[in-house]
């Protein structure tokens, strides 16, 4: 898997992470993201999907209710939203690497209260898998590296293997939370 740690530090930025990378690495990438989604939720029940963890510091400032920001994110949430993220950030990649810019968002997150059986995971999951596999064979060769864009939280611009990368890059952060979840459940299902 990418570096991911070492851009929280500051150590490289996107553009060092992704400049050598193909379509081909990016789909082994996203290949590498989805199945380490699905170990760490491998042993999990329906129950454990709307379990709602102890999150005190969960804040989600983009959070379109208020009354959202904080609150802890249950797993099927937390699957929704990586899925989403990832998902957009393919499909914008796409254009770019077709030699369009454009700027805006490229987004769908299912309402996450609907997911509530980790078959529903799974199958999310593997859906997202198929729509970022999808998205690079639509790349032409050679792919439009010229066209870049700025993302606010990224230093400097990002050709489209950097767009298509932040959005493993933003599954790769929930990883903790997704271990943590699922560590809360088990134990909970254990003291029941």
């Known amino acids: 898997m990418l570096d991911f740690p070492a851009l929280g530090s500051k150590e490289k930025t996107i553009n060092d992470l992704c ?3 193909t379509p081909a ?4 990438e996203a290949h590498e993201m989805i199945d380490t989604v ?5 042993d999990c029940r329906d129950e454990d ?13 983009y959070a379109a209710d208020d009354s959202d920001v904080n609150l802890a994110w249950t797993l099927g949430h937390v699957i929704v ?5 990832s998902e957009e950030s393919a499909f914008l990649a796409a254009e770019m690497a077709r030699g369009v810019a454009r700027s805006g968002r490229s987004r769908y997150e299912i309402p996450w209260q609907e997911v509530t059986s980790i078959t529903q995971c799974r199958d999310l999951l593997e859906a997202s898998r198929r729509m970022l596999l999808a998205t690079l064979d639509t790349w032409p060769n050679p792919p439009h590296y010229e066209i870049t864009s700025s993302v ?4 400097g611009t990002i ?9 493993l890059g933003h599954a790769f ?9 699922v560590r809360q459940a088990r134990a909970a299902r254990t003291a029941a």
Do not use: C, M
């Not at 699905?38 to 491998?42: H, R």
């Not at 952060?173 to 979840?181: C, D």
């Open 38 to 42: 699905l170990d760490l939720i491998a």
């Open 173 to 181: 952060s929930h990883l903790g939370q997704i271990k943590e979840i």
């Open 49 to 61: 999907v709307i379990f709602v963890p102890d999150d005190p510091e969960a804040n989600d400032t």
């Open 25 to 28: 690495d990016l789909a082994a």
């Open 152 to 155: 606010s939280y990224v230093t």
């Open 19 to 21: 400049d050598n990378l």
């Open 81 to 85: 939203h990586l899925n989403a993220s």
């Open 159 to 167: 050709d489209a293997r950097g767009r298509f990368v932040l959005g």
